[in-house]
């Protein structure tokens, strides 16, 4: 253990997928980890017993991100149980897709309320809640890139989160606080997996030049990146996470 076991992270969405290697990594870097959730408490519980059993400290936290007051009382249930919070790492979002001429109201709102409104929500209560030299990290998608269809609504609230981002970074100036996001593309996790067919998943790891999906530890590690020491100078800026699509 080093003196990095003083910092706290909290990883929303964390219970599977993406957050919850971005949770393991950043407690295998020494950091204490908050791992919030909205629904699946049995994941989440199990990852924090897991990282535990490392020797580092972990905390589920139910929140549903979209939910202001929510939002305050995991930031409240971080503070309560470890003095303090130090990285927001913004991950929680669903996908919809669905031609634009095809999205229903319900297809827009719920990725607004979900993806911009709860990263939106993290991030005002980290840019009044982190302690000087934190890390905020976001989540966008190389989908803001690569604009490919059925993506319309999902892709646009990621990137309002991209401008947000470098917003926010100027917002932090003499806090020592650097706020960047991640855009990872095809990624192997059960969420982009599931329903689609083996043909369809093959075209898309092809798509890369390295020939392969994404793996989840792909992108924590450029999170463990932005959040440590080496990327202290980074900021304001997207890291596009894809094995070279776009």
Request: proline fraction near 3%; charged fraction near 20%.
């Amino acid at each position: 253990m080093t003196s990095k076991t003083s910092k706290v992270a909290i990883v929303t969405g964390a219970s599977r997928g993406i957050g919850a290697a971005v949770a393991e990594r950043l407690a295998g870097d020494g950091l204490t980890v908050v791992i919030n959730y909205s629904g699946d408490t049995k994941s989440a519980e199990t990852l924090a017993r897991k990282i535990e059993a490392k020797g580092s400290r972990a905390l589920a936290v139910k929140a549903d991100v979209s939910d202001p007051t929510a939002v305050r009382g995991l930031f409240d249930a971080a503070a309560a149980a470890f003095g303090g919070i130090d990285v927001l790492i913004n991950n929680a979002g669903i996908m919809k897709l669905a031609k634009i001429a095809d999205s229903d109201d319900a297809v827009f709102d719920q990725q607004i309320a979900v993806n911009l409104k709860g990263s939106f929500n993290a991030m005002r209560e980290a840019a009044k809640r982190l302690r000087d030299g934190g890390r905020i990290v976001n989540f966008s998608t190389s989908v803001v890139g690569t604009r490919l269809e059925t993506y319309g609504v999902y892709a646009a609230t990621k990137s309002a989160i991209e401008t947000m981002t470098a917003i926010l970074s100027k917002e932090m100036r003499g806090r020592n606080i650097t706020v960047n996001a991640v855009a990872p593309g095809p990624t192997a996790t059960d969420l982009f997996l599931n329903g689609k067919p083996p043909e369809l998943i093959e075209r898309l790891a092809k798509m890369s030049p390295l020939e392969r999906l994404g793996a989840p530890e792909d992108i924590a590690s450029v999170v463990a990146f932005l959040v440590g020491p080496d990327g202290s100078w980074i900021n304001g800026q997207v890291l596009r996470a894809n094995g070279g699509i776009v």
